[in-house]
């Protein structure tokens, strides 16, 4: 209904609204790191024990630097840009951090 109340066919309808729902994503680097954030930068994230395995770290991180070891998830310190999405997206707050 709403591609004919715009006068826009399918294609050119979903590209609009594609753009529209991306644009946020769009903005500057600064933009997209709090001060927050910025403040994480350097600090070093390791998983405990306290880990259920559920792949939420793994799922969010955007360098892929979380895999699954022995029984739990683990952080690569080499792939890690220490951004410390893991850490505020834990459900069980199994990820601690350091300086």
């Known amino acids: 209904m709403a591609e004919k109340h715009l006068g826009l066919n399918r294609r050119r309808f979903m590209l609009v609204s594609s753009v529209a729902a991306a644009t ?38 955007p360098v892929k630097a979380v895999n699954y070891g022995d029984r739990r998830n683990e952080i690569d310190q080499e792939k890690c840009i220490h951004c410390g999405t893991c850490y505020e997206e834990c459900p069980v707050s199994a990820i601690t951090e350091s300086d």
Do not use: H, M, N, W
């Open 24 to 61: 946020p994503l769009l903005s500057s680097p600064k933009d997209l790191f709090s001060e927050e954030k910025q403040a994480r930068q350097g600090k070093l994230y390791y998983i405990t024990y306290d880990c259920v395995g559920c792949a939420t770290c793994r799922a969010l991180c």
